[in-house]
């Protein structure tokens, strides 16, 4: 290798971190700025009442629950989304300067934020095989054969 080339590298490699690091950065400001953010998509919700008002429907109930569920989830896949990019804000930071250089307040938060998404992620693993195994009315017991099923050949 040529002297000098190693350092021609290091340096393209700094540059593209840090063209890499502004992106993350306009990244995680859009977010927080747009409709998508976790406070502005929180905030948008819809009463019981504007699914079928006083009387009682109840499928407007299991639409309601329906869209509870749906906000919800997008609220936490928001939120989930911003810590994502802060984390991997630090991590360019990190890899930048040498993650030993970090200040130990960006490691903290760093490892703060793994932590709450590995632990929201298996939170709702947990949750959606709950559910589908309640939406199949198993509860771990095999399925049955439905009756009208004509591709069972017989």
């Not at 019981?48 to 997008?74: C, D, I, K």
Request: avoid cysteine; aromatic fraction near 6%; proline fraction near 3%.
């Amino acid at each position: 290798m040529p002297p000098g080339e190693s350092g021609a590298d290091l340096r393209r490699g700094l540059e593209a971190l840090t063209t890499f690091k502004k992106r993350v950065d306009g990244l995680l400001k859009t977010l927080e700025g747009s409709a998508g953010s976790p406070t502005k998509v929180e905030a948008q919700r819809i009463s019981r009442a504007s699914f079928s008002g006083p009387g009682t429907f109840h499928e407007a109930s299991g639409l309601y629950a329906q869209y509870n569920n749906v906000h919800e989830r997008l609220v936490s896949l928001s939120k989930t989304l911003g810590l994502q990019i802060e984390s991997m804000r630090i991590a360019v930071h990190g890899a930048d300067i040498g993650f030993d250089n970090l200040e130990e307040e960006q490691r903290r938060r760093f490892w703060q934020i793994q932590t709450r998404v590995d632990r929201d992620h298996r939170e709702y693993t947990q949750e959606q095989r709950e559910r589908e195994a309640a939406e199949r009315g198993q509860d771990g017991k095999t399925e049955e054969k439905r009756t009208d099923d004509t591709t069972a050949g017989y």
